[in-house]
């Protein structure tokens, strides 16, 4: 038996809080009848597995509206019979399989409760209680592993296609190098702009990685420590991180990959080679389990005010410790000091965003949370990346550079180096849009965009 979660319904995606599907209470305690439509459900109907379990978010009759009236059912296509097998089919119907451009391998349904009138689904938990429910944070439970596996399965096919590209690259001859053309014709490995696109991918797939190791290792901290105080710490740092892990690290899988393409030039276009299917299939992850700017604004309108700013304080005194205590280091101080002034600038992004609130202007959020979660993953993905390179650095100076490690380990420094130099200027960037903050966009009349 598989599973699904169900919350999109054609007219409620990005606001959950607006669902039309309706749970009405039976004779039987703890049994509603379900009634609704749902779209886009992963694996909402498919041939391989006997049943299905949905986990369908749907308002029980006289809830309140918004997301706080919403509760969580369990709701089978076929009730089990009393041996537990499938019994009773329970009016869950496939309404449609989505014809998508990429993870075709995944029967994306729209899903139909109750077209006879006869769904009926467990209640999850408790009953309303002044038409509370529960299903938000019940559903936030699974959401928040699904926005950390989302970030992960992005670096994955990021990984994969700077892998392929890569090799692509060290393989393939055209042209002469620019510096040497005397020498006859290179692999195209040899090229600065082939070494930039390469290094970008390499850098940003590395600091992804860290980044949600990070998050899986305060996880793991989370659940198997018995020391309150740690879980509690693991906890918030899960907190700020899964925001950053799912949108940037889905946003810059995509750039990524489309450099991997840019590597293979033509072959890349063609279907022959793996990069075309990595580039439509990871298009989803900027999209799903909340859109990459419903994440900008849970870091900014939650996690940067969580416990009065305590939470994201706390993670970002780890960005400026790191950046403290190794400020002299021999090798990579200048990049340390490229950290520290993008921390600085983001200091300032901060104390700019906080002017506009205290002036009313609340659509300057609306403007710079996708640009400002970006920040966030540079200056995050920079310090991780230094962290790295610190340690390859000792390992280089101990074992010098005829090791066969050595290009491991020259490798995870010049990741650093690149990343500093030419990824977190962005945040200075950002700032300085911030600071002008132009509303043009919006001051003009809608039909400003619809005449071209
Ligand atoms: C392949 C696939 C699998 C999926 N699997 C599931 C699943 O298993 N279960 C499930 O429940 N759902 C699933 N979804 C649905 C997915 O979570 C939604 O598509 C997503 O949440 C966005 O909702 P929407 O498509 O209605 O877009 P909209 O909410 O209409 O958003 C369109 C655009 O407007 C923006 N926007 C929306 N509201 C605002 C706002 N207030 N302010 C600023 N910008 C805004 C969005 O960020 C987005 O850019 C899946 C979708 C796909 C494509």
């Given at each position: ?10 007219n409620?995606g ?28 992963t ?10 379990i ?32 499938v019994?009773e ?6 309404g ?8 075709r ?22 009953p ?6 529960e ?18 399965a ?28 005397k ?9 600065e ?11 940003i797939t ?30 918030a ?19 990524s ?48 005010m ?38 600085n ?30 920040a966030?993953?540079?200056i ?25 490690e050595y290009?491991y380990y ?9 990343f ?6 962005n ?7 911030i ?18």
């Open positions: 038996w598989a599973g699904t979660m169900d919350l999109t319904e054609p409620s990005s606001d959950v809080g607006d669902i039309a599907t309706k749970a009405f209470p039976t004779d039987e305690p703890g049994v509603y009848k379900i009634v609704g439509t749902k779209c886009f459900i694996g909402g109907d498919q041939d391989i597995t006997e049943n299905i949905h986990l369908a978010l749907a308002r029980v009759e006289g809830s309140v509206p918004g997301t706080k009236g919403i509760s969580l059912f369990v709701v089978p296509k076929y009730w089990p019979n009393e041996a537990g097998d019994g089919f329970n009016d869950v119907n496939c449609g399989i989505e014809h998508k451009m990429g993870i391998g995944s029967a994306t349904s729209i899903v139909n409760f109750g077209e006879e009138n006869k769904c009926r689904g467990y209640l999850l938990g408790n309303p209680v002044d038409g509370k429910g299903g938000m944070a019940q559903m936030f439970q699974m959401m928040n592993e699904e926005r950390a596996v989302t970030g992960l992005a670096n994955a096919a990021a990984t994969v296609s700077y892998n392929n590209a890569a090799m692509y690259a060290a393989g393939r001859i055209q042209g002469r190098q620019i510096t040497n053309p020498a006859g014709r290179v692999t195209i490995i040899n090229h702009d082939v070494r930039r696109m390469l290094m970008y991918q390499k850098s590395e600091a992804s990685r860290a980044m949600i190791s990070m998050s899986y290792y305060a996880m793991d901290i989370a659940e198997n420590t018995e020391d309150e105080n740690e879980r509690n710490r693991a906890k740092f899960v907190e700020v991180n899964t925001p950053i892990i799912k949108a940037w690290c889905s946003d810059l899988a995509f750039l990959i489309s450099e991997a393409m840019q590597c293979y030039g033509g072959y890349g276009f063609s279907e022959e080679y793996p990069i075309a299917q990595q580039l439509r299939d990871c298009r989803i992850y900027p999209i799903w389990e909340g859109t990459n700017y419903i994440q900008s604004m849970d870091l900014i309108g939650r996690k940067w969580m416990a009065g700013g305590k939470v994201f304080a706390t993670w970002f005194a780890e960005l400026e410790k790191f950046a403290a205590d190794h400020k002299d280091h021999p090798v990579l101080a200048a990049q340390v000091a490229l950290l520290t002034e993008a921390i600038q983001y200091k300032e992004i901060q104390a700019a965003m906080s002017g506009y609130v205290g002036q009313g202007k609340f659509g300057m959020i609306g403007f710079f949370a996708t640009r400002i979660l970006h966030t993953g540079y995050y993905g920079a310090k991780l990346l230094l962290e790295h390179a610190v340690i390859a650095q000792k390992k280089i100076d101990e074992l010098g550079k005829e090791h066969f290009p020259a490798g995870k420094v010049a990741s650093a180096k690149f500093a130099h030419n990824l977190l200027p945040v200075g960037m950002t700032l300085k849009v600071k002008e903050g132009d509303t043009s966009v919006m001051e003009i009349p809608e039909a400003s965009y619809l005449l071209v």
